[in-house]
């Protein structure tokens, strides 16, 4: 099973993904997800520059020794870019030995650990009359967790909200926050009108929705410690199932702070890429939840590594599944939550009738849960000519600024 052709292909149905396709000798080829969230042509070079012309001529079943050889030749560790790139190369190479054995790529990890995945999904509105009505969307559509994200009296625009969020395309995101265009949109960001705010609306969810149903919800990195573990405290009453991103992730040491004051369920790590990120928040146990995507943490092989890691800690798996994971990238995800013991959740945003055009899926969603079906490896096929009808468009995350124009964390 040797790789004779690598090749990176851009496509952009309803918004833009990256795509490594590996083609071997005995004719299978296997798939892998790239996208870099509104950084996407960095990791294309790389792949193409840099990755692809070392990939040919080598034993496409050499799964360890690839993710190695590509982290240690480099020299220049981690980062975004490269380990987005590993992860794109190390799918492929899973889906291929798939392929090759007969077998869905769970199986080759051990096999079920369960019969499905449970997923949350997005449910957002400027004001509680438009988030009730998006709760009430979720649930009718077989959600069985939810994350609610809501906005700030004063603010006009907030990340999350997906009344805020039109397309170019006119095609409908619950959430979908890059926009086409050639430089970032702007928002606004009020630390203490969201403080003020947030707890209110998490005591009307519950009034309304009842105990049961496991709620979410997203602090996007910004607030300092001890706001988040003002908030955290404030949110115990409403028994979330995690807040997530409290505070920017780079401080580890800023979990500590948070930890000592709530007992609200921590998740972080959607922006990190190596098991070294999580060194010490797993060690000294200041997480419940690890965020990672298998899109950018480095593939199946590391992704499941930082998870073994966690396991020792009781924490589990909370893997960033929004629509710029593209539908390889979640196929992964979903194969390695079946197979892994301590699985948590897993975030899943549906995808546009486009995407799902250009990839087709086997997973299945039901009763709340997914599974990602029992095709020969990851189960996922790229039709290149509907790929082919829809060209790279640049388009941005937005940023935020404070009142007196400072940039805030995003
Ligand atoms: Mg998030």
Redesign the pocket.
């Known amino acids: 099973m040797i790789i004779e052709q690598a090749e990176v292909i851009v496509t952009s149905p309803d918004r833009n993904f990256v795509t490594l396709r590996l083609t071997t000798d005995d004719g299978l080829s296997g798939l892998g997800d790239a996208t870099l969230n509104g950084r996407e042509l960095a990791v294309v070079a790389y792949l193409r520059e840099h990755v692809v012309p070392l990939l040919l001529g080598r034993d496409a079943h050499r799964i360890e020794d690839t993710w190695q050889f590509l982290y240690r030749s480099a020299y220049w560790r981690r980062g975004p870019v490269t380990m987005a790139a590993i992860a794109a190369v190390d799918m492929a190479l899973w889906d291929l030995k798939g392929k090759a054995a007969g077998m869905p790529v769970y199986q080759l990890l051990g096999g079920a650990s369960r019969t499905g995945l449970l997923a949350y999904g997005h449910a957002s509105g400027r004001d509680l009359p438009e988030l009730f009505d998006s709760i009430r969307a979720h649930l009718e559509q077989g959600y069985r967790a939810v994350r609610v994200q809501t906005g700030v009296p004063g603010l006009k625009s907030i990340y999350g909200i997906a009344s805020n969020a039109t397309h170019q395309a006119g095609v409908r995101y619950d959430h979908e926050p890059a926009q086409r265009g050639a430089r970032p949109h702007e928002e606004d960001w009020d630390t203490r009108a969201y403080l003020r705010h947030v707890p209110s609306v998490f005591e009307a969810v519950r009034g309304e929705f009842g105990p049961e149903l496991p709620l979410l919800h ?1 602090a ?1 990195h910004r607030l300092t410690p001890i706001q988040a573990a003002q908030l955290g405290k404030s949110l115990e009453p409403y028994d979330l199932f995690w807040l ?2 409290a505070t920017p992730a780079e401080n580890q040491e800023a979990l500590r702070l948070v930890r000592q004051h709530t007992t609200t369920p921590l998740a972080i790590g ?1 922006i990190f890429n190596t098991v070294w990120d999580y060194q010490q928040i797993i060690r000294e146990q200041l997480i419940d939840y690890v ?1 990672s995507a298998v899109t950018h943490t480095g593939g199946i092989t590391h992704l499941r590594r930082v998870l073994d890691y966690a396991a020792q800690y009781q924490i589990k798996s909370g893997m ?1 599944g ?1 629509t710029d994971i593209s539908p390889v990238g979640m196929a992964a995800a979903l194969h390695l939550g079946l197979a892994i013991h301590n699985f948590g959740i897993q975030e899943y945003m549906k995808h546009g009738t486009r995407t799902d055009a250009v990839f087709q899926q086997s997973f299945t969603w039901k009763d709340g849960h997914l599974h990602p079906g029992d095709r020969p490896g990851l189960g996922v096929d790229l039709d290149t000519d509907e790929a082919g009808k829809y060209p790279y468009e640049q388009a941005y995350l937005p940023y935020n600024r404070l009142a007196d124009g400072t940039v805030h964390d995003w």
């Open positions: 997203d996007h997530e991103d959607e965020r960033h929004p």
